[in-house]
């Protein structure tokens, strides 16, 4: 008879919170895609200056992902994460007090820098919280609630729009976000060692099956280390491919698919939720594939499969999606496209877990930082390939390239090397 005794799930608090931080997280980032036509239309803004607006959230986000990362591997996750979320949320409630266009720049500018140690901080976390084996699914779970935040904010943003004004929303956010913020620095610890909710066993669990099963004063790691690792270069590369199709699912799909097939406001909403949906779904595939595949002993495998058909899938939604004729068609097209790109976020982030160990906040923030590069751009590139073609066509194709170089910068990634032992 089995003398083992049930492990406790109590760890799955904190994969349920690090879900509804990530979905306050893209519901804040994406009121302003919903707003766009009454934002300028009161701030008289044209397509370009909206462009820089978005664009400004994108700079911000990068420019600070690393020292945001860095502050949580080195002063603990849950005094530097409650301090981002506070300051996220200042500025999604100071967003509905500019007044012109710079107003507006600067507050977007400032709320991207506050979101930025974000998801580097929960990667930290996850470090000392999730065991190996449960890597992919926890980084599924995590991102399928930003894709859900952003699908379900569209419609509601839409209709709150419509009933209370576009200022009001943001006001509303920013308070909401100030209450997550006190729950989220009452009920999390670092590790969980420090927690005293989580039972013997299941402590002992975690620790036994985490990647490192002490920690340990963390050995510097220096920007020039990172940034001299082959692995770490080639995750930031092919992480821009991966957020810029994304990025324009966020802030340009809803006002492209508006004016291209003349949609009303909540009409467009319904339809700018289908490619997020779709991306959840990606997430929670990858997740399981991730691991699934982990389980059978091959963990370069593990990463690299789920990331290259996802991008198989990008490259395939974003090309079909131009010959559709109806707005379902082609946002059905973008959905394959979503999906794809979400299926790439679990293998990914574990990739940054894996190579980067106890300086995970530190390598997830620079690869998070490349791709929100590729966010700034998107949010430019689409106006002004517009602008100068007078079409939409050449974005996309450049989607799609970027999708095979991202491919290619799979195929020679590595998560059996980390950092500290590369030469």
Known sequence: MSTDQPIPKKRYGFFAGSFLITLLLYIDRVCISSAKDSISADLLLNDIEMGWVLSAFALGYA???????????KYGVRKVMTSIMVIWSIFTALTGFAWNYISMLLARFIFGAGEAGAF??????AYSWVPLKERGIFQGINFSGSRLGAAFALPLVAYLIDAWGWRT?????GAVGILCSI????LFRNKPEEHSGISEIEKD???KNRQQK???PAEPLSIS???????VILAMIQYIGSNFIFFFMLTWLFPYIKAKYDLNLVTTGFYAMMPLLAGALGNWVSGYTVDAIYKTGKWKASRQIPAIIGFILVITGIISSLYMDTALGAVLCLSVAIFGADMTLSPSWSFCMDIGKEHSGKVSGMMNMAGNIGAFATALAFPYLQSWTGSNDPFFFLAAILGMIAIVCWIYMDSTKPIIDEN
């Open 120 to 125: 580097p901080n929960i990667s930290r976390a």
């Open 214 to 216: 002490k920690e340990t």
């Open 205 to 207: 669990f975690i620790i």
């Open 169 to 173: 929303i943001f006001y509303f956010f």
């Open 183 to 186: 729950l989220f620095y009452l």
């Open 225 to 231: 280390k990172i940034l001299n690792s082959k692995n």
């Open 63 to 73: 420019l600070f992902q690393v020292p945001g990362g860095a502050l949580g591997d």
